[in-house]
Structure formats: structure tokens, C-alpha cells
């Protein structure tokens, strides 16, 4: 079945909200959307006939088996369109997303899977966040924020936080990409702030908000 970009931007939505909450509620979706509570609670009838949504009265909703599903193929879109821009035309991290917004609602499963064999079947985006495969499988890896990495141990960035266009655009001031290694050399009691060492160039301070969104891969 084919969906609407209104209703494909609100399953997805709902797939990221669930994430930190398993039931989402009608003003958490109208916030993230920037959307009027009432035609909210109208699209979430519509996608409730459509067996896309579980609800429990006074609690919340949450997607189903068959949501989650449409949900992923919408990720896996969005995800393989912003490593196309990215690998392939040359985009920067922080110029991908609003082109791969309108990209993602190309439905096309034949097109969708040649993209993903012409890419190399990658399993993250520029971002560092996890594409899914054909099935909906995601492959996680495993990760710390930068300030939990103990003080002088090198390990690689492997995903970003906030990706806002602000953030990302800050890192690339900072030579910060997925991959890069870095090293926390102190923390700065005041503020939290850290001296960080960045492969091939000189110590950088770093505030707290940025290590934050920052992830490394590490073991432990």
C-alpha cells in the first residue's frame, strides 16, 4: 500500500518519538511536527484504520508490526539518499537532510534496492546512525557519548546527536567527521568543557553540549 508524504512524515515521527517512549502522546507528535493538536488527532485516525497504530485510551499510541515495517522502509529511504548525496555528489553532512526529506517518498522498492547496491549495501548514513536493510534489520554499534570515554584513550567517532545544521556545521570547523579519532586529554571542572585531541591537528577545546552529542566507538 502506498501512503501520503503527510502520513509517511507522521509514522516516522511517531517510529523516532517511540524511541525514547514506548507510548507517544497526541502533544508530544503535535510539538515534533510543529502541527495543531486537532489535525494530529485526525491523521492518527486515519493511520489507526489503516492498522498502522496501537492505541490505549488515556495513555497513548504507539505504531504496529505493520507500522514499524512502513516506518523503516521510510529510514531506509531517508538514510540511503543522504549517503548517495554525500559519497556520490559530493553534498557536506549538514546539507543532506532537507533533500533527503523529499527523496525519502520515493517509493519505488526496484529503485530502493539498486540505490542500496550501487552504494555497496552501506549499514550507516553520514551521520552515523544505522540504515536498515532490505528486511528492517539495523545493525548497531557499539557506542559511548565522547564523555564517557576514559581521559587519553583514542577512539573514533562514530555517530552525531544533534544533527542540526548548526552542529554539524560546527564539527566541520572543528575537522570532526564520523571516523575521525579523538582523545579526551582533560575536563575542565568549571564548565565541563574538555581539551580534546583530534587526529592530525593540534588540541581543541570542546564544550560540554558538543561532547555530549558526540559518540565514539568503544569497546571498554
Excluded at 24 to 46: G, H, I, Q, Y
Excluded at 56 to 83: C, D
Aim: hydrophobic letters at 40%; charged letters at 25%; one cysteine or more.
Amino acid at each position: 500500500m502506498n501512503y501520503s508524504t503527510s502520513e509517511e512524515n507522521y509514522i516516522k515521527a511517531i517510529y523516532h518519538l517511540q524511541q525514547e517512549h514506548h507510548l507517544v502522546t497526541t502533544n508530544a507528535l503535535s510539538n515534533e511536527l510543529d502541527t495543531r493538536p486537532a489535525s494530529v488527532t485526525d491523521m492518527l485516525k486515519k493511520l489507526k484504520q489503516k492498522k498502522l497504530l496501537h492505541y490505549e485510551k488515556y495513555k497513548g499510541f504507539s505504531l504496529t508490526a505493520l507500522g514499524n515495517q512502513v516506518a523503516l522502509g521510510i529510514i531506509r529511504r531517508h538514510r540511503l539518499w543522504e549517503y548517495f548525496l554525500v559519497d556520490k555528489l559530493l553534498f557536506t553532512w549538514d546539507e543532506v537532510h532537507e533533500v533527503a526529506e523529499e527523496l525519502e517518498h520515493v517509493t519505488s522498492r526496484k529503485l530502493v534496492d539498486r540505490l542500496d547496491e550501487f552504494l555497496g549495501f552501506p549499514t550507516v548514513d553520514p551521520h552515523g546512525d544505522p540504515i536498515p536493510d532490505k528486511n528492517g534489520n539495523i545493525v548497531k554499534t557499539r557506542q559511548v557519548a565522547l564523555p564517557d570515554l576514559p581521559l587519553n584513550r583514542s577512539a573514533p567517532v562514530c555517530s552525531v546527536g544533534d544533527q542540526s545544521t548548526d552542529m554539524l556545521e560546527l564539527l566541520r570547523h572543528y575537522k570532526i567527521k564520523l571516523g575521525t579519532v579523538i582523545q579526551i586529554k582533560k575536563v575542565f571542572r568549571f564548565d565541563n568543557s574538555m581539551e580534546v585531541a583530534v587526529a592530525n591537528q593540534d588540541t581543541i577545546i570542546i564544550s560540554e553540549q558538543v561532547a555530549k552529542n558526540l559518540f565514539v566507538k568503544y569497546e571498554g
